[in-house]
Protein backbone atom coordinates (compact mmCIF):
# COMPACT_ATOMS: atom_id res chain seq x y z
CA UNK A 1 0.00 0.00 0.00
CA UNK A 2 1.03 3.21 -0.68
CA UNK A 3 1.77 6.16 1.83
CA UNK A 4 0.09 8.76 -0.07
CA UNK A 5 -2.93 6.60 -0.64
CA UNK A 6 -3.53 7.10 2.65
CA UNK A 7 -3.30 10.56 2.88
CA UNK A 8 -5.56 11.19 0.39
CA UNK A 9 -8.23 8.50 1.83
CA UNK A 10 -8.07 11.07 4.94
CA UNK A 11 -8.88 14.30 2.80
CA UNK A 12 -11.73 12.74 1.37
CA UNK A 13 -13.14 11.75 4.53
CA UNK A 14 -12.16 15.64 5.70
CA UNK A 15 -13.97 16.98 2.96
CA UNK A 16 -16.90 14.31 2.73
CA UNK A 17 -16.32 15.22 -1.25
CA UNK A 18 -13.46 14.28 -3.94
CA UNK A 19 -13.98 17.53 -6.04
CA UNK A 20 -12.74 19.38 -2.99
CA UNK A 21 -10.43 17.14 -1.20
CA UNK A 22 -8.44 16.60 -4.89
CA UNK A 23 -8.60 20.87 -5.00
CA UNK A 24 -7.37 20.94 -1.40
CA UNK A 25 -4.32 17.78 -2.31
CA UNK A 26 -3.28 19.77 -5.25
CA UNK A 27 -4.12 16.47 -7.31
CA UNK A 28 -7.27 15.49 -9.75
CA UNK A 29 -10.47 14.24 -9.16
CA UNK A 30 -9.68 10.98 -11.36
CA UNK A 31 -5.85 10.60 -9.47
CA UNK A 32 -8.00 10.45 -5.99
CA UNK A 33 -10.87 8.30 -7.25
CA UNK A 34 -8.22 6.10 -8.56
CA UNK A 35 -5.86 6.41 -5.42
CA UNK A 36 -9.20 5.41 -3.80
CA UNK A 37 -9.95 2.20 -5.45
CA UNK A 38 -6.44 1.01 -5.28
CA UNK A 39 -6.65 1.42 -1.08
CA UNK A 40 -10.13 -0.53 -1.34
CA UNK A 41 -8.55 -3.48 -3.36
CA UNK A 42 -5.96 -3.62 -0.84
CA UNK A 43 -8.23 -3.96 1.99
CA UNK A 44 -10.68 -5.60 0.81
CA UNK A 45 -13.19 -3.40 1.53
CA UNK A 46 -15.22 -0.43 0.84
CA UNK A 47 -14.55 2.93 2.70
CA UNK A 48 -17.32 5.05 1.63
CA UNK A 49 -21.12 5.00 0.77
CA UNK A 50 -22.47 7.87 -1.53
CA UNK A 51 -24.84 10.13 0.83
CA UNK A 52 -26.32 12.76 -1.92
CA UNK A 53 -23.04 14.47 -2.97
CA UNK A 54 -21.35 13.54 -0.37
CA UNK A 55 -19.19 10.98 0.76
CA UNK A 56 -20.30 9.09 4.21
CA UNK A 57 -17.36 7.05 5.56
CA UNK A 58 -18.72 3.33 6.30
CA UNK A 59 -17.79 1.09 9.55
CA UNK A 60 -14.63 0.28 7.84
CA UNK A 61 -13.92 4.04 6.36
CA UNK A 62 -13.89 4.83 9.78
CA UNK A 63 -11.42 2.27 11.58
CA UNK A 64 -9.33 2.93 8.93
CA UNK A 65 -9.41 6.85 9.06
CA UNK A 66 -8.33 6.18 12.79
CA UNK A 67 -5.57 4.41 12.19
CA UNK A 68 -4.67 6.69 9.02
CA UNK A 69 -4.38 9.60 12.00
CA UNK A 70 -2.25 7.61 13.99
CA UNK A 71 0.52 6.72 11.24
CA UNK A 72 0.20 10.60 9.94
CA UNK A 73 0.94 11.69 13.51
CA UNK A 74 3.68 9.19 13.83
CA UNK A 75 5.16 10.12 10.69
CA UNK A 76 4.77 13.60 11.49
CA UNK A 77 6.69 13.23 14.94
CA UNK A 78 9.35 10.86 13.86
CA UNK A 79 10.34 13.70 11.04
CA UNK A 80 10.32 16.26 14.10
CA UNK A 81 12.76 14.71 16.33
CA UNK A 82 14.49 13.82 13.48
CA UNK A 83 14.79 17.71 12.48
CA UNK A 84 14.92 18.87 16.49
CA UNK A 85 18.46 16.15 16.55
CA UNK A 86 19.90 17.84 13.42
CA UNK A 87 19.35 21.36 14.29
CA UNK A 88 19.90 20.83 18.02
CA UNK A 89 17.63 23.59 18.53
CA UNK A 90 14.81 24.54 20.77
CA UNK A 91 12.08 24.06 18.57
CA UNK A 92 8.64 25.92 18.24
CA UNK A 93 6.04 25.00 20.94
CA UNK A 94 2.46 24.76 19.96
CA UNK A 95 0.46 25.32 23.09
CA UNK A 96 -3.55 25.67 23.72
CA UNK A 97 -4.75 27.23 26.61
CA UNK A 98 -8.35 27.98 27.95
CA UNK A 99 -9.95 31.43 28.59
CA UNK A 100 -8.95 30.50 32.19
CA UNK A 101 -5.18 29.74 31.42
CA UNK A 102 -5.37 32.70 29.05
CA UNK A 103 -6.01 35.25 31.60
CA UNK A 104 -4.31 33.75 34.41
CA UNK A 105 -1.71 31.59 33.50
CA UNK A 106 -0.31 32.18 30.02
CA UNK A 107 1.39 35.31 30.32
CA UNK A 108 3.71 34.11 32.85
CA UNK A 109 4.02 30.42 31.58
CA UNK A 110 5.38 32.50 28.15
CA UNK A 111 8.04 34.51 30.34
CA UNK A 112 9.50 31.24 31.85
CA UNK A 113 9.37 28.81 28.71
CA UNK A 114 11.27 31.88 27.41
CA UNK A 115 13.85 32.40 29.95
CA UNK A 116 14.88 28.97 29.89
CA UNK A 117 14.82 28.43 26.21
CA UNK A 118 15.96 31.73 24.82
CA UNK A 119 15.36 30.35 20.92
CA UNK A 120 11.89 29.00 21.61
CA UNK A 121 9.43 29.98 19.07
CA UNK A 122 5.84 29.40 19.90
CA UNK A 123 2.06 29.20 18.20
CA UNK A 124 -0.62 30.11 20.84
CA UNK A 125 -4.10 29.16 20.34
CA UNK A 126 -6.93 30.32 23.31
CA UNK A 127 -10.31 28.76 22.48
CA UNK A 128 -13.10 26.43 24.36
CA UNK A 129 -11.71 23.03 25.81
CA UNK A 130 -13.68 21.08 23.56
CA UNK A 131 -11.77 22.51 20.12
CA UNK A 132 -8.68 22.57 22.24
CA UNK A 133 -8.94 18.52 23.34
CA UNK A 134 -9.75 17.81 19.08
CA UNK A 135 -6.58 20.07 18.27
CA UNK A 136 -4.46 18.22 20.79
CA UNK A 137 -5.94 14.59 19.67
CA UNK A 138 -5.05 15.65 15.98
CA UNK A 139 -1.59 16.54 16.43
CA UNK A 140 -1.77 20.72 15.65
CA UNK A 141 -1.22 21.53 19.13
CA UNK A 142 1.28 19.96 20.60
CA UNK A 143 -0.04 20.51 24.71
CA UNK A 144 -2.83 21.74 26.21
CA UNK A 145 -2.93 24.15 29.90
CA UNK A 146 -5.94 24.17 31.34
CA UNK A 147 -8.76 22.61 33.58
CA UNK A 148 -8.76 18.99 34.05
CA UNK A 149 -12.22 18.38 34.60
CA UNK A 150 -13.16 17.84 30.54
CA UNK A 151 -10.14 15.62 29.39
CA UNK A 152 -10.53 12.24 28.55
CA UNK A 153 -8.46 9.20 29.17
CA UNK A 154 -6.80 9.34 26.03
CA UNK A 155 -4.36 12.57 27.42
CA UNK A 156 -1.91 12.33 29.66
CA UNK A 157 -2.38 14.11 31.99
CA UNK A 158 0.05 16.46 34.74
CA UNK A 159 -1.59 17.77 37.71
CA UNK A 160 -0.57 21.13 38.70
CA UNK A 161 -2.69 22.22 40.90
CA UNK A 162 -6.30 22.05 42.18
CA UNK A 163 -8.71 24.99 40.85
CA UNK A 164 -12.14 24.56 41.96
CA UNK A 165 -14.88 26.99 40.84
CA UNK A 166 -17.25 28.67 42.96
CA UNK A 167 -20.07 31.13 42.51
CA UNK A 168 -19.50 35.10 42.22
CA UNK A 169 -21.41 37.93 42.76
CA UNK A 170 -20.36 42.19 43.75
CA UNK A 171 -19.45 42.77 47.13
CA UNK A 172 -22.93 44.35 47.21
CA UNK A 173 -24.64 41.36 46.19
CA UNK A 174 -28.08 40.66 48.67
CA UNK A 175 -26.88 36.88 48.70
CA UNK A 176 -23.95 38.36 50.33
CA UNK A 177 -25.53 40.47 53.27
CA UNK A 178 -27.83 37.59 54.55
CA UNK A 179 -26.63 36.67 57.64
CA UNK A 180 -29.20 33.83 58.31
CA UNK A 181 -29.79 31.69 56.75
CA UNK A 182 -27.38 31.09 54.14
CA UNK A 183 -27.50 31.20 51.20
CA UNK A 184 -28.66 27.83 49.27
CA UNK A 185 -28.60 26.79 46.09
CA UNK A 186 -32.11 26.98 45.33
CA UNK A 187 -31.47 30.88 45.84
CA UNK A 188 -29.15 31.04 42.76
CA UNK A 189 -32.26 30.49 40.74
CA UNK A 190 -33.29 33.71 41.31
CA UNK A 191 -30.77 35.95 39.54
CA UNK A 192 -29.69 36.30 36.35
CA UNK A 193 -26.03 35.27 35.53
CA UNK A 194 -22.80 35.54 33.30
CA UNK A 195 -21.41 32.37 31.79
CA UNK A 196 -19.83 30.83 28.96
CA UNK A 197 -21.19 29.53 25.58
CA UNK A 198 -23.35 26.23 26.52
CA UNK A 199 -20.33 23.80 25.06
CA UNK A 200 -18.64 24.89 27.58
CA UNK A 201 -18.15 22.42 30.50
CA UNK A 202 -18.61 24.98 33.57
CA UNK A 203 -21.97 26.01 32.30
CA UNK A 204 -22.73 22.24 31.16
CA UNK A 205 -21.37 21.41 35.14
CA UNK A 206 -24.11 24.33 36.53
CA UNK A 207 -26.84 23.59 34.66
CA UNK A 208 -26.69 19.53 35.26
CA UNK A 209 -26.45 20.97 39.23
CA UNK A 210 -29.36 23.07 39.00
CA UNK A 211 -31.74 20.00 37.13
CA UNK A 212 -30.39 17.49 40.07
CA UNK A 213 -31.90 19.83 42.52
CA UNK A 214 -34.99 20.28 40.51
CA UNK A 215 -34.69 24.26 39.74
CA UNK A 216 -35.09 25.39 36.21
CA UNK A 217 -31.92 26.24 34.08
CA UNK A 218 -29.77 29.23 34.96
CA UNK A 219 -31.15 32.47 33.49
CA UNK A 220 -28.31 33.69 31.39
CA UNK A 221 -28.22 37.42 30.98
CA UNK A 222 -25.13 37.76 29.21
CA UNK A 223 -22.44 35.04 27.73
CA UNK A 224 -18.90 35.60 27.99
CA UNK A 225 -15.72 33.83 28.32
CA UNK A 226 -13.42 36.63 29.42
CA UNK A 227 -12.23 36.64 32.87
CA UNK A 228 -10.81 39.70 32.71
CA UNK A 229 -14.25 41.15 31.72
CA UNK A 230 -16.19 39.39 34.55
CA UNK A 231 -15.42 41.88 37.21
CA UNK A 232 -16.68 44.83 35.47
CA UNK A 233 -19.41 42.87 33.95
CA UNK A 234 -21.04 42.08 37.16
CA UNK A 235 -19.35 44.77 39.67
CA UNK A 236 -22.57 47.21 39.74
CA UNK A 237 -25.75 45.04 39.45
CA UNK A 238 -26.87 41.56 40.61
CA UNK A 239 -26.06 38.99 38.37
CA UNK A 240 -24.13 35.46 39.13
CA UNK A 241 -20.89 33.95 37.39
CA UNK A 242 -18.62 31.24 38.26
CA UNK A 243 -15.21 31.34 38.42
CA UNK A 244 -11.88 29.97 40.15
CA UNK A 245 -11.92 30.80 43.70
CA UNK A 246 -7.81 31.69 42.93
CA UNK A 247 -8.83 34.26 40.43
CA UNK A 248 -11.08 35.56 43.30
CA UNK A 249 -7.91 35.70 45.40
CA UNK A 250 -5.81 37.86 43.61
CA UNK A 251 -5.68 41.32 41.57
CA UNK A 252 -8.27 42.69 40.79
CA UNK A 253 -11.29 40.17 40.34
CA UNK A 254 -10.60 39.90 44.24
CA UNK A 255 -11.38 43.46 45.09
CA UNK A 256 -14.85 43.29 43.55
CA UNK A 257 -16.22 40.21 43.58
CA UNK A 258 -16.74 37.84 46.49
CA UNK A 259 -17.82 34.21 46.56
CA UNK A 260 -21.43 33.22 46.90
CA UNK A 261 -21.16 30.62 49.72
CA UNK A 262 -23.00 27.77 48.45
CA UNK A 263 -21.14 24.32 48.88
CA UNK A 264 -23.18 22.28 46.72
CA UNK A 265 -22.79 25.03 43.59
CA UNK A 266 -18.76 24.23 44.26
CA UNK A 267 -16.52 22.69 41.42
CA UNK A 268 -13.89 20.86 42.68
CA UNK A 269 -11.48 20.78 39.38
CA UNK A 270 -7.93 20.28 39.20
CA UNK A 271 -5.79 22.46 36.64
CA UNK A 272 -2.53 21.27 34.57
CA UNK A 273 -1.45 20.15 31.09
CA UNK A 274 -2.77 17.50 29.26
CA UNK A 275 -0.31 15.82 26.38
CA UNK A 276 -1.24 12.73 23.72
CA UNK A 277 -0.25 9.74 25.14
CA UNK A 278 0.86 7.99 21.73
CA UNK A 279 2.89 11.19 20.57
CA UNK A 280 7.07 11.91 20.30
CA UNK A 281 7.62 14.56 23.16
CA UNK A 282 9.77 16.80 21.51
CA UNK A 283 12.48 19.36 23.42
CA UNK A 284 9.88 22.45 23.45
CA UNK A 285 7.37 20.05 25.46
CA UNK A 286 9.82 18.28 28.22
CA UNK A 287 10.69 22.15 28.04
CA UNK A 288 7.24 23.12 29.44
CA UNK A 289 6.80 20.19 31.51
CA UNK A 290 10.09 21.17 33.44
CA UNK A 291 8.81 24.71 33.88
CA UNK A 292 5.69 23.71 35.58
CA UNK A 293 6.90 21.27 37.82
CA UNK A 294 8.61 23.52 39.00
CA UNK A 295 6.76 26.55 39.19
CA UNK A 296 3.44 26.03 38.29
CA UNK A 297 1.79 27.52 41.45
CA UNK A 298 4.42 30.08 41.59
CA UNK A 299 2.96 31.14 37.91
CA UNK A 300 -0.18 32.52 39.27
CA UNK A 301 1.79 35.08 41.51
Avoid: C
Avoid at 18 to 33: C, D, F, I
Avoid at 173 to 179: A, M, N, Q, S, V
Avoid at 227 to 253: D, E
Amino acid sequence: MDLRDFRYFEAVADFGHLGRAAEAMHRTQPALSKSLRRLEEALGATLFEREGRRLKLTEVGRVVLERTRFMRRTMDDTLQEVTDLARGAAGHLRLGGAPTAADRLLPQLVHALLERAPGLTLHLAVDVSASLLQALRAGTLDAVVGPLASAKREFERHVLFDDPVVVAASKRHPLLRRTAPAPQIGDLAGYAWVLPSPDVSLRVWLENTFERNGLAPPRVQVESASISLMPRLIAHNQLLTLISRKSLQAGPVGTLLREVPVPSAVLERQFGVLLRRDGYRPPPVRTLLAVLKEGGQRLLT
